[in-house]
């Protein structure tokens, strides 16, 4: 089961959440952070006690962001655009408003 991921267009804003991943709810705290100098967003995902998994993951569409943290087993994700985009990858003034950040299970086997 796919599940959009709201975002908010905020630099390091930290915010807790609860994905359905391979048949089971899981709870994580993720952080977004604006990169200024390169112009892009990160990602920084903890587990539901707070510890840091993985840190600073780029939001880059056209992969799943999670691949190789698949050991972890919390999910694949993806940005996608909502609409065609003029912009590579999501920038400072586009994240909330052209794009998703979609998660599914861990083999990706939902995602088409």
Request: glycine share 8%; aromatic share 14%; charged share 10%.
């Given at each position: 089961?796919?599940?959009?991921?709201?975002?908010?267009?905020?630099?390091?804003?930290?915010?807790?959440?609860?994905?359905?991943?391979d048949e089971t709810n899981i709870k994580l705290t993720l952080t977004t952070t604006?990169?200024?100098?390169?112009?892009?967003?990160?990602?920084?995902?903890?587990?539901?006690?707070?510890?840091?998994?993985?840190?600073c993951i780029p939001l880059i569409?056209?992969?799943?962001?999670l691949e190789q943290y698949a050991y972890l087993e919390i999910g694949a994700a993806y940005i996608v655009p909502k609409q065609k985009v003029?912009?590579?990858?999501?920038?400072?003034?586009?994240?909330?408003?052209n794009w998703y950040l979609i998660w599914g299970n861990t083999a990706g086997d939902d995602v088409s």
């Open positions: 089961m796919l599940s959009i991921v709201p975002l908010s267009g905020v630099p390091n804003h930290t915010f807790t959440t609860t994905i359905y991943v604006y990169n200024e100098i390169a112009g892009y967003w990160v990602l920084d995902i903890g587990d539901s006690e707070g510890t840091l998994l993985v840190t569409p056209g992969y799943n962001i003029q912009e590579v990858w999501p920038d400072y003034d586009t994240l909330t408003s």
